[in-house]
């Protein structure tokens, strides 16, 4: 069974303490930031700030909200960059997370462009870069762990459990609350399904959450990719067949004269 | 460099500069890496070296498979004359795809790994296959008139090895040769467009579609003789040889051909998909399409299906000159322009990466005039053309 995490928005009350605790257990370095006017600080996800809550301020159903969301990679079901990388970088493993290794990665960043979530970052100030994103402290994980920031918050708006599970608890949450939330676990569906689910007061798009279809963004790629083989097969028969069929027409000797045009057709 | 010949003309010399501030950009960008020499961030993380070198790159060498596969296959011998001039444009184009990647990788020196790890899923993985395999084959198919030149070649070292029998080898593996060739080229150009299919919902709608590999095959297909036309009719331009115009018409019309199976894919897949109407609709992306379509090919297949424009020099440059710019527009739109960039950020070329750019397409004009010079290139070399080598 793979685990998941359930978010919140409705009990999140912005302390960021997920963002220290991440900082923290990844060892990661703080970034130099300006004041934007928001306590929304630092204002991207870096290659050194795998996790940052995203500040939102809606006007739905004729009331002001100041909406929490925590952002990180969503740990597809179907991961776009496990599928883009060339080398087999990224791994959806069994328990949840997608894995990222040093050790296979070339620099080709396919899997920044592939993510439907914008996720994977760079280390651009790095003349030996690698691509950075949260782990979903796999490494915790094996260890019997929660991850460093649902342990760290303390409103319980970050929820750590099996996939199932927290599916059902997120409808019932829903059920027994209608007026608080929107009817729509983010995550469930998804691009296939992710293992970061999420519950809001407000449509998900007015919190910048893309709005991404419900089947995986793999599908066109494994069909296309699944062509190769009877393609291969097939040029390579056509060309020797056409090459077959021309010479016998034009006789052995090949000797063509020059204005010997329209007889093949057109070539493709 | 080594071209200190009795006299250098004024263009050489400018290529060489732009080759020069290339190679300095390069190793400055080895230096002090991607962030401090590109405008590249986690929001565009392709850019000009992608759109450009890589994407532009190969489907503008796509005139070697064609014209190899008009020659070799269809056998048809009237266009044996640009024949040798596609294979090294091609060669070319190739190997600085790949120097651009090497420049463009985050950590090049671990290039091989893809050897060693396959994730034969992964539509870049076969594009990488397919464009290191191709460009030795292409190697092979241009290897003759290195061997023809090498044969005559008054140098006693040079002159000890015996040239005829690796060009005889080649000679009797040529037809393979060429049919990987094709094999490989319809495999990786139509990848490329494979590559864009992991975007639906970053890729605009009137450009995302399931079949744009295939669009993108048979785009590189059109381009490849517009391509050969392009930079023939310039090297006859610096060389002196003329081609005859028979060669440009055919091609031309050739073109036109293909163009209008293209804009009739595009306009079925965008009525298949019901999005026909965003044409009109989504701007400001609907005026990029109509760019790239007017220029790249409406324009072209009325003209070229003139017998006015097929019997004039100057109109069938210029209209293959459309087909090359709606392409490079077509492959910027789909992995630049109308690709979504993530939120709050913005892209434009840093100089670096221009100056790489240049540099890289400058070293390819350097070689095609070194080649001009030293090699068999001229279409008086007919005979002595690849499936009739060893005439000496």
Known sequence: ?268 | MKINKRSIPVGTLILTTVVLIGLITMILRYINGLGATTNLSDGRAWGLWISFDLYCGVALAAGGFTLAGIVYIFRREKYHAVARPAILTAFLGYTLVILALLVDLGQPWYIWRFLFNWNIHSPMFEVSLCVMTYTIVLALEFSPVVFEALSKSDLPIIKRFKWQIPMRIIRAIQIPLVIAGIVLSTLHQSSLGSMLLMMPETLHTLWYTPILPILFLNSAIAVGPAMVMFESTLSSRVFGHRLSLDIFSGLGKMTAYILSVYLLLKIVDLLARGDLTLIFTAYPENLLWWGEMVIGAILPIVLFSMPSVRQSRTWLFWTATLVVVGLIFNRFNVSMLALGIRPDFTYFPYWMEFAVSAGLVADAMLVIWLANRLLPMGPGNKEGAITEAGSN
């Open chain 1, 1 to 268: 069974m793979s685990k998941a995490v359930l978010c919140d928005a409705n009990k999140c009350i912005g302390c960021r303490a997920c963002q220290v605790a991440c900082k923290q257990w990844n060892e990661m370095p703080g970034e130099t930031t300006t004041n934007t006017g928001s306590y929304e600080n630092p204002p991207k996800t870096t290659a050194y700030t795998l996790t940052k809550v995203h500040f939102s301020e809606a006007d739905y159903d004729g009331k002001f909200h100041w909406v929490f969301t925590k952002i990180q990679c969503m740990h597809c079901e179907h991961p776009a960059c496990a599928a883009a990388c060339l080398v087999g970088a990224f791994q959806k493993t069994e328990e949840g997370p997608v894995l990222y290794d040093d050790h296979k990665c070339i620099g080709c960043r396919y899997c920044m462009v592939a993510c439907p979530f914008g996720i994977p970052a760079y280390q651009w100030d790095d003349p030996t870069p690698w691509v950075r994103k949260c782990t979903f402290c796999a490494d915790r994980q094996t260890g019997g762990l929660k991850p460093a920031c649902v342990t760290a918050c303390p409103s319980g708006a970050l929820k750590f459990s099996e996939r199932d599970a927290l599916i059902a608890e997120a409808h019932q949450r829903i059920a027994a609350e209608p007026s608080k939330y929107v009817n729509h676990v983010y995550g469930e569906e998804e691009v296939g399904g992710t293992s970061w689910l999420y519950l809001s007061p407000v449509p998900f798009d007015m919190l910048g959450m893309p709005v991404v279809g419900s089947e995986a963004v793999t599908v066109n790629v494994e069909r296309a990719m699944g062509a190769v083989p009877p393609v291969l097969v097939g040029v390579a028969a056509l060309m020797s067949g056409i090459y077959w069929l021309v010479k016998r027409r034009q006789g052995s000797g090949g000797a063509v004269t020059p204005d010997d045009k329209e007889r093949v057709g057109v070539p493709k």
